[in-house]
Nanobody, 113 residues
Framework: QVQLVESGGGLVQAGGSLRLTCTTSGDVFDTYSMDWYRQAPGTQRQLVAQIGVSGITRYPDFIKGRFSVSRDSAKREVYLQMNDLEPEDTATYYC???????WGQGTEVTVSA
């Protein structure tokens, strides 16, 4: 059974850092790129990071080098290191197997001014 569970969210002050973890189960981890998305209330879900099976990463321009995605095949985990957080980063963060409908339940990140 394929499952994804996000963790690591919380409350942080602007300028602070958080590291999110996506823990997966099932035997498909090494066959999929992994995405991190976020969704703030009243907005659409948006991609914030992507990492391929080979480790190649991709970020949208608005991240401005503040986030870093990585993966550990042995642990079947994906990480999102978020630095220099801004109040605009407040959202629920989700991981997903790229191109699939397998999502985690999300972890909430709140950045105070």
């Amino acid at each position: 059974q394929v499952q994804l569970v996000e963790s690591g969210g919380g409350l942080v002050q602007a300028g602070g850092s958080l590291r999110l973890t996506c823990t997966t189960s099932g035997d498909v981890f090494d066959t999929y790129s992994m995405d991190w998305y976020r969704q703030a209330p009243g907005t659409q879900r948006q991609l914030v990071a992507q990492i391929g099976v080979s480790g190649i990463t991709r970020y949208p321009d608005f991240i401005k080098g503040r986030f870093s995605v990585s993966r550990d095949s042995a642990k079947r985990e994906v990480y999102l290191q978020m630095n220099d957080l801004e109040p605009e980063d407040t959202a629920t963060y989700y991981c997903r197997y790229h191109g699939t409908n397998y999502w985690g339940q999300g972890t909430e990140v709140t950045v105070s001014a």
